[in-house]
């Protein structure tokens, strides 16, 4: 089985910067992914890491230690619209199902 | 506008009732997907069809009866239910499970709640 840790909630301000924190103990390791879900409407994918390092996509990016067991979202210049909740998967390499963390509730104040 | 259509968007039923979730997807997918979203907690998958051949029960109760009578479309016939039932059902799809499934795509979910 896979055990997926993300903190619950985090609170920034629009303009900043968080960094939501994703730690994994699984008995394989094919690639973790970062969803996004607004309330009341579908989780959207956001990232896909399989190699260790950085992966940027405009505001966001996600990084991944895979001899850690850790990943990060990083969301930049923050805006309303970034409240959300993002969950945070790792796929195994037995059966490819994703596991997902609890998920992290992000409030953006202005 | 999502990929994965979900209906009804919201379902309350008692205890006794007997109702189905509808789950379509127009993307060409192969995979199809139910998850029970609780607040709160991780996602829990409940069921995967690959080509209309179901692949994974993840130990649901029987009180839950998946049908998927081709790629594009998926139900989840609900029946006696608990009010410990009570949460967003997800479906999802995807190219295809197992070594070539690519990202999947949600749908907004199924708001069920039982009294």
């Known amino acids: 089985g896979q055990n997926i840790d993300q903190p619950t909630e985090m609170t920034a301000t629009e303009g900043a910067i968080v960094q939501i924190n994703c730690t994994y103990q699984t008995s394989g390791f094919n690639g973790l992914f970062w969803y996004q879900q607004h ?12 190699l260790d390092g950085l992966e940027e996509k405009g505001r966001f990016s996600s990084f991944l230690s895979r001899s850690k067991g850790y990943s990060y979202l990083l969301l930049k210049e923050l805006q309303m619209k970034d409240s959300a909740s993002y969950l945070c998967a790792v796929r195994d390499p037995n059966d490819y199902k994703l596991s997902f963390g609890a998920g992290t509730t992000v409030t953006v104040r202005a | 506008e999502t990929g994965v259509t979900q209906t009804p968007r919201h379902l309350v039923m008692g205890m006794t009732n007997k109702k189905s979730l509808k789950c379509e997807q127009h993307l060409g997918h192969n995979a199809m997907y139910w998850y029970k979203q609780s607040a709160k907690k991780p996602l829990e998958l409940m069921f995967v069809y690959n080509f209309k051949e179901q692949t994974e029960n993840n130990s649901v109760p029987s009180r839950f009866s998946p049908e998927c009578p081709n790629s594009s479309h998926l139900f989840l016939h609900l029946h006696t239910l608990q009010p410990e039932d009570s949460a967003l059902y997800l479906c999802a799809s995807s190219q295809q499970a197992g070594p070539g499934a690519n990202v999947l795509t949600f749908g907004a979910g199924s708001r069920l709640t039982v009294l």
Do not use: D, I, Q
């Open chain 1, 39 to 50: 309330a009341g409407e579908a989780p959207t994918f956001l990232s896909y890491n399989v």
